[in-house]
T-cell receptor
Framework: QKEVEQNSGPLSVPEGAIASLNCTYSDQGSQSFFWYRQYSGKSPELIMFIYSNGDKEDGRFTAQLNKASQYVSLLIRDSQPSDSATYLCAVKDLYGGSQGNLIFGKGTKLSVKP | DAGITQSPRHKVTETGTPVTLRCHQTENHRYMYWYRQDPGHGLRLIHYSYGVKDTDKGEVSDGYSVSRSKTEDFLLTLESATSSQTSVYFC????????????FGPGTRLTVL
């Protein structure tokens, strides 16, 4: 069964700290991984995607991928109260062919305290 | 953003009535998706489309049908709404040959009484 697992949280960090969000997936061989941010009552918006093992940085965000261990993480440096949201991890469905279907985790709720 | 709109944004209906939700995009994206989002379940794929008149079922398709007669429009129909279909519905689109990134519409909150 295809699964994407995230700790539901809430994860609480003080302003200025590093927030670390983790995600594991079940399908060995998965190739494409995504992090979305969703504010309460809003739609998901893409933060970044990662395909290769290692780190990928974009501003205050760093995605880390370890295919051997089947996990992907998102680090948020210098966390701000505006980062308070639910973060969704998504993995491309291996068996979805060219349709690009994504399997989403249930999300981790992050709270950044001033 | 992929210029995605959804209508209606909010709807309250009664059990047994038909309901149609519309997703409209202006970016000529080939792929379109319908998801529902419920507490404790996250985003689950209902149906998707890979071109005009080309659709297929997702994880939770029972009780739903879709149609796509034009590239820009993807309709989700609940033939006979049930209380278990109370949810927030999101449409998403993806450009063919892209990075598999999906872009989401603003969502429709549906309540079935």
């Amino acid at each position: 069964q295809k699964e994407v697992e995230q700790n539901s949280g809430p994860l609480s960090v003080p302003e200025g700290a590093i927030a670390s969000l983790n995600c594991t997936y079940s399908d060995q061989g998965s190739q494409s991984f995504f992090w979305y941010r969703q504010y309460s009552g809003k739609s998901p918006e893409l933060i970044m995607f990662i395909y290769s093992n290692g780190d990928k940085e974009d501003g205050r965000f760093t995605a880390q991928l370890n295919k051997a261990s089947q996990y992907v993480s998102l680090l948020i440096r210098d966390s701000q109260p505006s980062d308070s949201a639910t973060y969704l991890c998504a993995v491309k469905d291996l068996y979805g062919g060219s349709q690009g279907n994504l399997i989403f985790g249930k999300g981790t709720k992050l709270s950044v305290k001033p | 953003d992929a210029g995605i709109t959804q209508s209606p944004r909010h709807k309250v209906t009664e059990t047994g009535t038909p309901v149609t939700l519309r997703c409209h995009q202006t970016e000529n994206h080939r792929y379109m998706y319908w998801y529902r989002q419920d507490p404790g379940h996250g985003l689950r794929l209902i149906h998707y489309s890979y071109g005009v008149k080309d659709t297929d079922k997702g994880e939770v398709s029972d009780g739903y049908s879709v149609s796509r007669s034009k590239t820009e429009d993807f309709l989700l129909t609940l033939e006979s709404a049930t209380s278990s279909q109370t949810s927030v519905y999101f449409c998403a689109t993806r450009l063919a040959g892209s990075t598999d990134t999906q872009y989401f519409g603003p969502g429709t909150r549906l309540t079935v009484l």
